[in-house]
């Protein structure tokens, strides 16, 4: 029997720190990561890949939509094989969850599956902001067994309240925990354990949010200045940008949440095909599209596409 564990939240709450820390709970145990990107690109798999876990990667939409989640159901029966004690799902940041019980309730359909609840991450700085337009975030804390307020050491005390009265105006009867750096401790598991997540309540099936994607190509000429510059045109305007980008000075992860443009060297490995794009994701009513080819024709020689 494998304990499973959903890791959900809206772009940039901190998920991928949030389970580097949660997989240290489970020393001595084997696990396996089931990662799911909205974007094409695997970036936080590929991330992931060397934390000695069973990987699969599921990209191109939520794993909770229609359109993957066949594929989400596949790989969940192939786990079997795998007979790992624990399996940690890591949701897409625009995934709608509320299946996420019934799914975990047909146990004819997944024996070996005990769902052991869901974890949503919330950003402490954006949340106010994301909550009031972006649905998904309603849909992700009624989904969840326990809220995490994260990076609480960069926001203000009136931002930290306000987060702390949507959440508890949403659900006061949630658990819930503040943090930095996705750090977490036993405690959590604690609370997982006595949380109602068995409930297995009949919630429709339902698709991804009408949210803006673009992809956009990067020739691998262009330097990390222009590259910077490209960003922080059309950044006010995303809920996340997100890439592998080869650069005239060599491979960089480019990793946006809110209006801040974060740009990291990065050495690990990453195959051709995962570089040189940047996922762009915007709400609706956005200027998305335009400012990203208004930005583009300042920088025609660098940006191969805008799709």
């Known amino acids: 029997m494998s304990d499973l564990y959903l890791i959900t939240g809206f772009l940039g709450a901190g998920k991928?720190?949030?389970?580097?820390?949660?997989?240290?709970?489970?020393?001595?145990?084997?696990?396996?990561?089931?990662?799911?990107?909205?974007?094409?690109?695997?970036?936080?798999?590929?991330?992931?890949?060397?934390?000695?876990?069973?990987?699969?990667?599921?990209?191109?939409?939520?794993?909770?939509?229609?359109?993957?989640?066949?594929?989400?159901?596949?790989?969940?029966?192939?786990?079997?094989?795998?007979?790992?004690?624990?399996?940690?799902?890591e949701a897409s940041g625009l995934s709608d969850p509320t299946a996420v019980r019934r799914l975990f309730s047909q146990t004819e359909?997944?024996?070996?599956?005990?769902?052991?609840?869901?974890?949503?991450?919330?950003?402490?700085?954006?949340?106010?902001?994301?909550?009031?337009?972006?649905?998904?975030?309603?849909?992700?804390?009624?989904?969840?067994?326990?809220?995490?307020?994260?990076?609480?050491?960069?926001?203000?005390?009136?931002?930290?309240?306000?987060?702390?009265?949507?959440?508890?105006?949403?659900?006061?009867?949630?658990?819930?925990l503040e943090t930095a750096f996705g750090r977490t401790d036993r405690?959590?598991?604690?609370?997982?354990?006595?949380?109602?997540?068995?409930?297995?309540?009949e919630l429709p099936l339902t698709a991804d949010l009408t949210l803006r994607k673009l992809l956009v190509t990067v020739a691998p000429t262009i330097t990390p200045y222009a590259l910077q510059k490209f960003i922080e045109m059309f950044i006010e305007v995303t809920f996340r940008v997100k890439g592998f980008v080869m650069t005239s000075a060599g491979l960089y992860l480019v990793d946006c949440a809110g209006n801040v443009v974060t740009m990291?060297?990065?050495?690990?490995?990453?195959?051709?095909?995962?570089?040189?794009?940047?996922?762009?994701?915007?709400?609706?009513g956005m200027p998305v599209r335009k400012r990203v080819k208004e930005a583009a024709s300042w920088y025609a020689d660098s940006i191969l596409s805008v799709e």
Request: proline share 3%; hydrophobic share 40%.
């Open 16 to 89: 991928t720190t949030f389970l580097k820390n949660f997989l240290r709970l489970f020393a001595g145990k084997k696990i396996q990561l089931i990662v799911n990107e909205f974007g094409q690109e695997g970036i936080d798999g590929t991330l992931l890949a060397d934390l000695g876990a069973y990987l699969n990667e599921i990209a191109g939409g939520s794993v909770f939509c229609s359109c993957r989640l066949d594929q989400f159901e596949k790989v969940l029966r192939e786990s079997a094989d795998v007979n790992a004690d624990v399996i940690l799902v």
């Open 109 to 176: 359909r997944f024996p070996h599956i005990a769902y052991q609840g869901a974890v949503c991450l919330v950003d402490a700085v954006r949340f106010p902001k994301l909550y009031a337009t972006a649905r998904t975030c309603v849909k992700q804390l009624a989904s969840s067994d326990v809220a995490l307020i994260n990076k609480v050491d960069r926001a203000t005390e009136e931002q930290l309240q306000r987060t702390r009265e949507l959440i508890r105006g949403q659900r006061p009867d949630m658990p819930v």
């Open 187 to 201: 405690g959590i598991l604690e609370l997982l354990a006595a949380s109602s997540h068995a409930d297995g309540a």
């Open 264 to 284: 990291t060297p990065y050495t690990g490995d990453v195959s051709e095909e995962k570089y040189g794009r940047l996922v762009i994701l915007s709400g609706a």
